[in-house]
């Protein structure tokens, strides 16, 4: 059998950081599951409940890459009080020619966080106003802060207010981004983000709703990235009909998991057949913002394309860096 390389999660943050690189490639895998007979099935999902957990499998064939990948991830959310990370996880890399493994990716959830993030901004970039200057973050954790350096790639950024359910974390979030990024970041509630920002990202694991179609205003962008599962949600369901314009990275994984299962559940929204998937939007197949009037929203559960483009670049990127350690079957 072909030798398998075992990259870790110090070779792939050698390999793949997020940057302009990141995100473009993020914004290529949506552009191909618009216009190529890109093969993703439905996320295996399943909850943990006795110990706050969930598992999510995810995996995409995408025709022109020469590798697919499958990611597990796992998320534990009371994993910090036991001195241990939410997220972790793994990816397996194979060959799309032959279907044989080339690489196993233990990136403890890395790169899946480098993709979410590059998605946001993905979705700033086509959707939010070009002249967009002040983010709005709900949520402190890493994507909390993944997210606020994505905008800064696609928008001229120079100040951000964040909210978290724990003061003591978003305060800290709070300094870790001014310091990092160099641009003003202060706390306030949820009606101060969304009074001051022109481009808010939820980043929560919210089961209620932390935005209602009362406080969005005109010219806003809101990417709500935290609901992937059926419990899950963070736009109250009159969030989507108050927008202008709403797109989702998967039409069919919103209706399951995302944003619009609720408001669909609610009434309303009954016809999803007049929105957009982000995809599309890249691909010039259906209209983005019109205006800078315009609201919109765009809701993020995840896909399998992500994961095949990131893994499939971290996989090149390390061959190319003779990185790893490489097993012979």
């Known amino acids: ?66 590798g697919f990948a499958v990611k597990m991830s796992p998320g534990f959310f009371d994993n910090p009080r036991l001195g241990l990370p939410s997220l972790n996880g793994l990816m397996v890399l194979f060959d799309a020619r032959t279907g044989i493994v080339r690489a196993v990716l233990l990136d403890n959830g890395y790169l899946t966080d480098v993709r979410t993030a590059a998605a946001g901004a993905v979705a700033a970039r086509h959707l939010s106003r070009a002249g967009s200057t002040v983010a709005g973050i709900l949520g402190s954790g890493i994507q909390a802060r993944l997210q606020l350096e994505a905008l800064t790639l696609v928008r001229g950024i120079k100040r951000a207010v964040i909210w978290g359910r724990d003061a003591v974390k978003a305060e800290a979030c709070a300094r870790d981004c001014a310091e990092k990024l160099g641009i003003e970041v202060t706390t306030g509630s949820i009606a101060d983000v969304m009074a001051a920002a022109d481009i808010v990202v939820t980043t929560t694991p919210s089961c209620e709703p932390l935005i209602s179609g009362a406080m969005l205003r005109p010219g806003q962008h809101v990417t709500a990235m935290g609901s992937d599962a059926d419990y899950k949600t963070e736009l109250a369901p009159d969030v989507i009909p108050a927008a202008t314009l709403f ?55 995840g896909t399998g394309v992500q994961d095949t483009a990131i893994a499939t670049l971290a996989g090149a990127r390390a061959d190319a860096a003779a990185a790893g350690t490489t097993i012979t079957s």
């Open 1 to 66: 059998m072909p030798d398998i390389k075992i990259l870790t999660e110090a070779d792939l943050r050698q390999a793949i950081a997020l940057d302009g690189d990141a995100v473009a490639c993020v914004e290529e895998a949506f552009r191909l599951l618009a216009t190529r007979e890109v093969q993703m099935p439905p996320i295996l999902s399943f909850p943990v409940p006795e110990h706050n957990g969930e598992v999510d499998v995810k995996t995409a064939y995408v025709p022109g890459l020469d």
């Open 247 to 301: 797109a989702a990275d998967r039409l069919a994984q919103s209706v399951k998991q995302g944003e619009l299962r609720p408001a669909l559940a609610a009434g309303t929204v009954a016809d999803t057949g007049q929105f957009a998937e982000l995809g599309q939007i890249i691909a010039g197949q259906k209209p983005g913002r019109a205006s800078d009037m315009d609201i919109t929203v765009c809701d993020l559960t």
